[in-house]
Structure formats: structure tokens, C-alpha cells
């Protein structure tokens, strides 16, 4: 399962290893829908370490009054 410590990159590559994984077709049912599930987290929790490193840059380009950062909406 995943590990909460790991880092964007990290996380990035496992969830690479588990789309070619599953697009190969190879897996029983039961372990694919497994690995479906720890690819949904894992995707998660990249768009969070995403969000969460956007924000820091968007909070140290306001203290610094820079030009805002373009934020996307969600």
C-alpha cells in the first residue's frame, strides 16, 4: 500500500508502474481491481502534494508582492 512519506516522484512512478500494469490486461480481476484502488489513491495523493506545493508558491509570491500566480480552479 501506499506510504504517506513518499515523495511526488516517488509516488509518480509507482502509480506509472500500475496504469501499464492494469493496461496490460494480465491481471486476474481481484488484483486489478486492487491495484485500481492503490492507483486511486496514489493519484490523490500526488494532485495533493501538487496542491499543497502551488500553495506555497502562490504564498510566497503574495508576501513578496510579486505578480499573483495563476491558480487553477477546480
Do not use: R
Request: hydrophobic letters at 40%.
Amino acid at each position: 500500500m501506499m506510504e504517506s512519506k513518499w515523495t511526488f516522484e516517488t509516488a509518480l512512478k509507482k502509480l506509472e508502474t500500475l496504469v501499464k500494469e492494469l493496461e496490460s490486461g494480465e491481471l486476474e480481476l481481484e488484483n486489478a481491481v486492487k491495484k485500481y484502488q492503490e492507483g486511486i489513491e496514489l493519484a490523490k495523493y500526488c494532485h495533493d502534494l501538487l496542491k499543497n506545493a502551488e500553495n506555497v508558491v502562490v504564498k510566497m509570491m503574495k508576501d513578496d508582492e510579486l505578480v499573483e500566480f495563476p491558480t487553477t480552479e477546480e
